[in-house]
């Protein structure tokens, strides 16, 4: 599993209602909500690279 980093992140109080509702809809947690659009978005837009396999034997 990746390594997870925690930073702050400054949003619209209606946006981060609406996302609550969604995550809710979806049964993920708030966090887990984000980084699935997050995640979602950067590959739509063919940014997303998979990562590094670090735990590969050699």
């Known amino acids: 599993m990746a390594e997870k980093k925690s930073f702050l992140l400054r949003v619209d109080a209606h ?5 609550k509702r969604w995550a809710d ?6 966090n887990g909500q984000i ?3 997050v995640k979602k ?3 739509d837009s ?4 998979e990562p ?3 735990n590969k034997e050699e």
């Open 15 to 19: 946006l981060l209602e609406l996302i």
């Open 25 to 30: 809809d979806d049964s993920r947690s708030l």
């Open 35 to 37: 980084e699935y659009v």
């Open 41 to 43: 978005a950067l590959k």
């Open 46 to 49: 063919g940014r997303w690279k």
């Open 52 to 54: 590094p396999d670090t």
